[in-house]
């Protein structure tokens, strides 16, 4: 009758925007799901009180990128280039210039010259990592952070070690944003470390 092939007609249109809805919806849960490499503006925050520890002594200050790979990790399970977490700054530019500075802020003439001034300090990025647990999307975050400083005067070498590691649970992959505070936080730590390191100031004072 009419009215049921109206009734029929009705049913197939029902069933079609059923249909069209949830593939709409599965590809919008596709393109959520899908992952974009993260870059990373290194800025870490220090707050070095101005003092006068370094007596004004000149030290030459030098830092070397020592990290096996200039990527900075991956902030997902498939550890490919879509997961990449990544800077396009020059990583020993920026801990060379927090160094300066705050050897500047402590008292020492800190300067980028390396000549046969009487002390000199060189510093070695070893780490700056970040990682996740390797079973699933979210759960643990891991950063490392690892400098060395080799300090050299009148013929004399100090070679201090400074680490920081920085974990956090997440319940959710964690934002771009996000994992550029995390690391600027383990990087900032571990600069802090070696500025307030009264060994090394000892050392390249007296």
């Not at 498939?78 to 977490?85: G, H, I, K």
Request: charge should be neutral; proline fraction near 4%.
């Amino acid at each position: 009758t009419p009215t049921s092939v109206t009734q029929q007609g009705m049913n197939a249109m029902k069933a079609l925007n059923i249909i069209t809805c949830i593939l709409t919806l599965s590809l919008l849960l596709v393109a959520g799901c899908a992952q974009s490499p993260q870059r990373v503006w290194l800025e870490p925050k220090l707050h070095v009180p101005t003092s006068s520890v370094g007596e004004g002594r000149v030290v030459a200050v030098d830092v070397v990128d020592r990290r096996p790979s200039p990527s900075l990790g991956n902030f997902g399970k498939s550890r490919d280039a879509a997961t990449e977490l990544s800077t396009e700054q020059d990583v020993a530019l920026v801990v060379k210039q927090e160094v300066i500075s705050g050897m500047r802020k402590k008292g020492f003439v800190a300067v980028e010259e390396q000549t046969n001034r009487d002390a000199k300090l060189n510093v070695e990025i070893q780490s700056l990592e970040y990682a996740t647990s390797p079973n699933t999307w979210t759960g643990d975050v891991y950063i490392k952070s690892a400098l060395k400083a080799v300090a050299s005067k009148n013929g004399k070498t100090l070679e201090k070690m400074y680490r920081a590691n920085f974990d956090k649970r997440v319940v959710v992959v964690p934002t771009a944003t996000t994992n550029e505070q995390w690391i600027n936080e383990a990087l900032g730590d571990v600069l802090r470390q070696l500025l307030e390191d009264r060994e090394l100031s000892f050392f390249l004072t007296n």
